[in-house]
């Protein structure tokens, strides 16, 4: 499972940065795998939020371009979500996911809350 970290309580324009390390399973193979956040809201769908391909293209919800920013770390197997002047509606639990050929993988989420 992969785990996700960064999340916490910050007021309307504040900033956090989300964090997701890949599980055992697949460090090993992490680099082919595309990347992304999605986030879920009480009440509402999951949605997607940003994605990262293999090969870095990227693309983004129209409610967070330009405020976010995702990015990976082959290196240490992992992938961020810089997280800029956030607003209520961005308070969330917000789910990194994997895929590849396929096989998918989901984290256990972390809770994102934006107070006005």
């Known amino acids: 499972q992969l785990q996700a970290s960064g999340g916490g309580l910050v007021q309307a324009g504040g900033s956090l940065r989300l964090s997701c390390a890949a599980p055992r399973t697949i460090t090993s193979v992490f680099n082919p795998f595309n990347m992304a956040w999605y986030r879920q809201a009480p009440g509402k769908q999951r949605e997607l939020v940003a994605r990262?391909?293999?090969?870095?293209?990227?693309n983004y919800a129209d409610s967070v371009q330009g405020r976010f920013t995702i990015s990976r770390d082959n290196a240490n197997k992992r992938v961020y979500l810089q997280m800029h002047n956030l607003k209520p509606e961005d308070t969330a639990v917000y789910f990194c996911?994997?895929?590849?050929?396929?096989?998918?993988?989901w984290g256990q989420g972390t809770q994102v809350t934006v107070s006005s």
């Open positions: 990262i391909t293999s090969d870095r293209q990227t």
């Open positions: 996911y994997a895929e590849r050929l396929g096989n998918v993988y």
